[in-house]
């Protein structure tokens, strides 16, 4: 991987991440039409470490009070109640399914589902997905109103970005529209569900940047501190979007683009792997 490259896909990523189109999926495809070396799922849990270190410091009097919470609640009972708290349950119950599924189809998810094909398909489906969420949720409960089973459905529904295409924030975001959360509540729940998953993800995958050419630390790093950057001010601004705006302009977005994969693939003009 070039060091061009790596300033390319750091901005892919760091655009990408947080809006529910898939930063994995945009990886792949610009890589594809650049007619780049695909740079790997290492390369790409690498980067979203960039991002997820956006929503640390954007989150982080949210984050630390959880923590600070959560903890002081194993020794006393009367802080179990406390919101803080049962967040921090929430987060934990949210992470085990994307754990379990991860690391049962870890071969398939580096491999096979990097498929052109499947990720054009993905695109198109969740877009769909997204645009009923987001006409028949009623949008009238907040985190005040999670529960545990709540917690597990969106985990669920963030087990399902493990297929490029699908989008963490897009599928967790579709589920919360659909129990009636708020945009903005289902947006916030998605960035701290994914802190876990993410941070160990990333940090597994890290072992392996530098086995082959195409993901070199150097390079790695760069991508990773551009997709800091950029991630930070996209998650400024995408709040404050989902505040009064609905999710159609990415619906149109997700199927063109699922579209126009798809034409480009049956043409020729990419191959899909």
């Keep these: 991987m070039s060091w061009f490259?790596?300033?390319?896909?750091?901005?892919?990523q760091g655009l990408t991440e947080f809006l529910p189109v898939s930063s994995t999926?945009?990886?792949r495809i610009v890589s594809a039409i650049a007619g780049w070396n695909d740079p790997g799922s290492a390369f790409t849990a690498v980067t979203q470490l960039g991002t997820e270190s956006?929503?640390?410091?954007?989150?982080?009097?949210?984050?630390?009070?959880?923590?600070?919470?959560?903890?002081?609640?194993?020794?006393?009972?009367?802080?179990?109640?406390?919101?803080?708290?049962?967040?921090?349950?929430?987060?934990?119950?949210?992470?085990?399914?994307?754990?379990?599924?991860?690391?049962?189809?870890?071969?398939?998810?580096?491999?096979?589902?990097?498929?052109?094909?499947?990720?054009?398909?993905?695109?198109?489906?969740?877009?769909?997905?997204?645009?009923v969420a987001d006409r028949v949720g009623a949008r009238r409960r907040t985190v005040k109103d999670l529960s545990v089973r709540d917690g597990?459905?969106?985990?669920?529904?963030?087990?399902?970005?493990?297929?490029?295409?699908?989008?963490?924030?897009?599928a967790t975001i579709s589920a919360g529209l659909f129990m009636n959360y708020t945009r903005e509540?289902?947006?916030?729940?998605?960035?701290?569900?994914?802190?876990?998953a993410v941070l160990i993800s990333g940090?597994?995958?890290?072992?392996?940047i530098?086995?082959?050419?195409?993901?070199?630390?150097?390079p790695t790093i760069t991508a990773t501190l551009i997709a800091f950057v950029v991630g930070y001010a996209v998650i400024a601004w995408l709040l404050r979007y989902v505040a009064n705006n609905s999710f159609l302009p990415f619906v149109i977005y997700r199927i063109g683009l699922g579209v126009v994969l798809i034409v480009l693939l049956s043409v020729g003009t990419l191959t899909p792997r």
């Design 5 to 12: 490259e790596a300033v390319i896909l750091g901005l892919v």
């Design 210 to 218: 530098g086995d082959d050419k195409t993901s070199a630390w150097g």
């Design 185 to 196: 509540a289902a947006l916030r729940y998605s960035f701290l569900l994914a802190v876990p």
């Design 54 to 131: 956006a929503v640390l410091i954007y989150f982080r009097k949210d984050i630390g009070r959880i923590i600070s919470t959560w903890c002081r609640s194993l020794v006393k009972p009367e802080l179990r109640g406390n919101l803080d708290a049962r967040m921090g349950w929430y987060v934990i119950i949210g992470t085990i399914p994307i754990g379990i599924l991860g690391l049962a189809f870890k071969d398939q998810i580096t491999t096979a589902a990097r498929d052109l094909r499947l990720i054009a398909a993905a695109l198109i489906v969740i877009g769909i997905v997204l645009l």
């Design 203 to 208: 940090l597994f995958e890290a072992l392996k």
């Design 25 to 27: 999926a945009h990886v």
């Design 152 to 170: 597990l459905i969106f985990g669920l529904a963030q087990s399902c970005a493990l297929l490029p295409g699908v989008s963490r924030s897009g």
